[in-house]
């Protein structure tokens, strides 16, 4: 699927070359509409394949960013199916629509301010009460997600669980827009993840030593140093540089400390 | 889309050489990284930035003869899509002190730094907020966290030498003096850093690092940092974001000041008018031009509207002519071409192989190299391993890092490559994965200096849609530094310029009319518009029998 080629240019030189027909066409109804695509096809290359210019529901194309959350039916089956647009291939028959945009709530806080405890998340989520446990988010989640389990960990105040079990949310919506409950798992189990990074897991300490040394101004002198190196000079120190093993423990020692700040005041 | 026959077949030779391959890298034993001399050779040879046929030199604009890739060309080779002898400038729908166009990780950036100087900020955005190459990015972020074994001495030399030695060195030094701050800013965000139980944050190697200085968050890095920063804006009372209204033209004031910019809302289609302060420019990359054809790993909208803006104002560009390809994109099945295969895999240790299962590079090798290396592989060497549909690629031997790791390791370090495969049959617990270089990042882009500032007055830019800072080939784990070291500031010199007492001027769009002058005189068609906006993948089939033919030869 590279660049299209535009209209004018298709016109003039068209012969049948331009016509490949290789592939087996599959019938799928789009919004109740039918089209023939072929079966190899994502729903979202099949909607364009059928003419749709795609502005809303379609986002990264690598199924990460949540913006292609869609719905179908299959035939002669009750249940309401669910996938991202650009992981889910078509299927014959298939009665897609997609949900490009669900209203939601997202409740305003200060991280800096919230006091971690049992009832943050249901403080800053109360509808997360709500939830009835009928499993419907999990069945709609694209992602696998153990969505009622998590939801579950958020009213016990297990924020760490409910940040774990959420990582993968693409935030996509589909839970949402399913829960009789009306809850908006996906933002809870934001709040749950910054919660939990921030008060629930140690700071690096090595992190506040480099800053601290950085206040004192310590790497200064070998940038300096650095930036005045003409191309051949640098080309020799990089060449020279010595390589931290991939296979090797967390605590490598290099051999050569002389761009390095001294151990002792590293160590201070 | 299980793997066919044939290439179960072949995955067998990837799977006799693997227990060799393991002891091997045990003992710290690795392939043996090219020269230096090497390196620039292979590239010369097989790098496509090499290669001149597909590229032109441009023919308008402050970088007047400057070779790029066609498509580059012909974005900043393009008209307006406003007339600005008959657009109302008079009429005013937003104003704010600060204008951010871009929604992704330095827009954001960008927003919650002006915001907390005191600014109201505006960000206008294609799509949604957050769509952008930067929720993509899955490797980690660079930064010198660890000072018992590395340095910014370190961490300069190695983005510099990735680069070809040709970056601008005061934005390397900004680059990684900022870098420790950053990753702390995130950390007190609340981002959920991959980490050991006592805190100490996990760090890998990336192609063409010295030291293991990636960080990251499982394999979702770029998702989990903009997640929890568009999270932080939305909780701010001064950020308003505009959604689905992409800029079209920036305004530059009779006195010369960058002042607001026309959006287009891409629902109802009506232009809107936006006055500001200042303006950050914060648009991301090129991928959907897609350059030489390649596939791409980018987000939808990465079609490099801002390059076309800023230059059209008289912003020049530099290294618009090195375009990054990603080694490792996926090449089958087919309904994943392109898509990411992150270096964190090899980062990890995952060999790189061809046909015979042998290794053939030296898996972290910087970026350029081992594209060409793979290109080498798959075209000269004839040792690639074809695809169904006639394409070829190298294997990513993702099982060693099982067997290495324990049984469990993917799909907890690599969860969301795990799940895509698995909804194709394939486990990459059990089974590699084809790869191909894919189009990925824009290394080059406007100029501007440590501080963000252009050559306009009120004209800030920060991230992809910037050049200088990574040179010829940006180094993995850099460009979500580059967004919110280059973000942050973007913001903070954005807010601290407003504050002065200025004269900004009346809006006018002179710029425009005097670059249309120079596309009549260069005999540019007129039917170019540009910026881009979106991609167009409708078929073939249906652009046919959309217009009549008589149509067609009016246009």
Request: aromatic share 8%; charged share 25%.
């Amino acid at each position: 699927m590279a660049n299209a080629k535009s209209q004018a240019e298709l016109q003039k030189g068209l012969t049948s070359d331009d016509v490949k027909v290789t592939e087996e066409l599959i019938p799928i109804f789009i919004m109740g509409k039918r089209y023939d695509v072929p079966k190899s096809l994502t729903i979202q290359k099949a909607l364009e394949y059928a003419g749709y210019f795609l502005i809303r529901g379609c986002g990264c194309r690598a199924g990460i960013c949540g913006a292609c959350a869609t719905v179908y039916r299959l035939p002669n089956n009750y249940k309401v199916e669910i996938g991202i647009a650009c992981q889910t291939l078509v299927v014959p028959n298939m009665y897609i629509a997609q949900i490009p945009f669900f209203p939601a709530i997202k409740a305003k806080y200060n991280v800096e301010e919230l006091k971690v405890g049992t009832y943050t998340l249901g403080e800053v989520y109360p509808e997360l009460y709500k939830c009835m446990g009928c499993n419907t988010c999990t069945r709609s989640c694209p992602m696998d997600i153990q969505v009622m389990e998590y939801v579950a960990a958020a009213i016990r105040g297990d924020i760490k669980k409910c940040a774990e079990l959420s990582f993968s949310c693409i935030m996509c919506g589909l839970c949402a827009a399913r829960c009789p409950a009306e809850i908006v798992q996906y933002n809870a189990a934001m709040l749950s993840r910054r919660l939990a990074a921030k008060y629930l897991t140690p700071p690096a300490k090595h992190l506040e030593k480099t800053l601290e040394l950085l206040q004192k101004k310590v790497f200064e002198k070998d940038l300096d140093e650095i930036q005045k190196l003409d191309e051949k000079e640098l080309r020799k120190a990089y060449s020279e540089r010595e390589i931290e093993p991939i296979e090797t423990e967390e605590f490598w020692k290099p051999k050569d400390r002389k761009h390095l700040v001294p151990i002792e005041v590293v160590e201070d | 889309m299980a793997y066919p026959p044939d290439l179960k077949k072949l995955i067998k030779l990837v799977e006799k050489s693997r227990p060799k391959r393991i002891e091997q890298a045990k003992q710290c034993l690795m392939y043996e990284p090219m020269k230096l001399e090497e390196q620039e050779d292979i590239i010369k040879k097989f790098h496509p930035d090499y290669i001149e046929e597909g590229k032109r030199a441009i023919a308008v604009g402050p970088n007047k003869g400057y070779r790029v890739a066609n498509e580059f060309a012909e974005i900043l080779e393009a008209y307006s899509r406003i007339d600005p002898d008959k657009f109302n400038l008079a009429r005013i729908d937003y104003s704010c002190d600060i204008l951010i166009i871009g929604g992704g990780g330095a827009g954001t950036a960008a927003a919650l730094m002006a915001e907390e100087a005191g600014a109201s900020v505006i960000i206008a955005t294609k799509l949604r907020h957050g769509d952008a190459n930067t929720i993509m990015a899955e490797g980690g972020i660079q930064g010198v966290t660890k000072p018992d074994k590395d340095s910014l001495y370190c961490h300069y030399l190695d983005v510099i030498g990735g680069g070809h030695f040709k970056n601008d060195p005061e934005l390397v030094r900004t680059l990684v003096s900022e870098a420790p701050h950053v990753i702390s800013w995130l950390e007190k965000l609340g981002t959920m850093f991959t980490k050991y139980k006592d805190g100490r944050l996990n760090t890998l190697h990336g192609g063409g690092t010295s030291r293991k200085r990636m960080h990251s968050c499982g394999d979702i890095t770029g998702c989990e940092i903009m997640r929890v920063i568009r999270d932080e804006a939305r909780n701010r009372e001064k950020i308003k974001v505009l959604e689905f209204s992409p800029a079209i033209e920036l305004l530059i004031s009779d006195k010369g000041n960058c002042c607001g910019a026309i959006l287009y809302n891409l629902e109802t289609e009506e232009y809107l008018v936006v006055r500001a302060k200042a303006v950050v420019l914060s648009t991301g990359g090129c991928g959907r031009l897609h350059i030489r054809g390649f596939m791409t790993t980018n987000h939808y909208g990465a079609t490099a509207d801002g390059v076309a803006l800023a230059y059209r104002a008289g912003v020049p560009v530099r290294f618009l002519h090195a375009v990054q390809y990603h080694p490792t994109g996926a090449i089958y099945p087919e309904q994943v071409e392109g898509v990411l295969i992150s270096e964190k895999f090899r980062g990890a240790g995952a060999h790189l192989l061809n046909i015979r299962g042998e290794q053939f590079v030296f898996e972290c090798s910087p970026r350029d190299v081992t594209s060409a290396a793979v290109i080498r592989e798959c075209s000269e060497r004839k040792l690639g391993i074809p695809t169904p549909i006639g394409t070829y690629g190298v294997w990513l031997d993702s099982p060693m890092l099982e067997i290495i790791n324990g049984t469990g390791y993917l799909q907890k370090e690599f969860p969301g490559k795990h799940i895509l495969f698995k909804r194709f049959e394939i486990d990459i617990a059990k089974e590699p994965m084809l790869v191909y270089p894919t189009l990925h990042y824009q290394n080059g882009g406007v100029n501007i200096k440590k501080d963000t500032t252009t050559n306009i007055a009120g004209l800030f830019a920060a991230g992809e849609v910037t050049g200088g800072v990574h040179g010829e080939n940006r180094l993995m784990g850099n460009s979500l530094l580059d967004v919110l070291v280059f973000g942050r500031i973007a913001g903070r010199t954005a807010a601290e310029y407003i504050t002065k007492p200025l004269d900004i001027g009346e809006p006018t769009l002179e710029h425009v009319r005097k670059y249309h002058k120079e596309l009549e005189a260069a005999g540019v068609p007129k039917i170019r518009l540009s910026p881009k906006l979106l991609p167009d993948y409708i078929s073939d089939k249906v652009k046919m029998r959309r217009l009549h033919p008589s149509i067609l030869e009016r246009i």
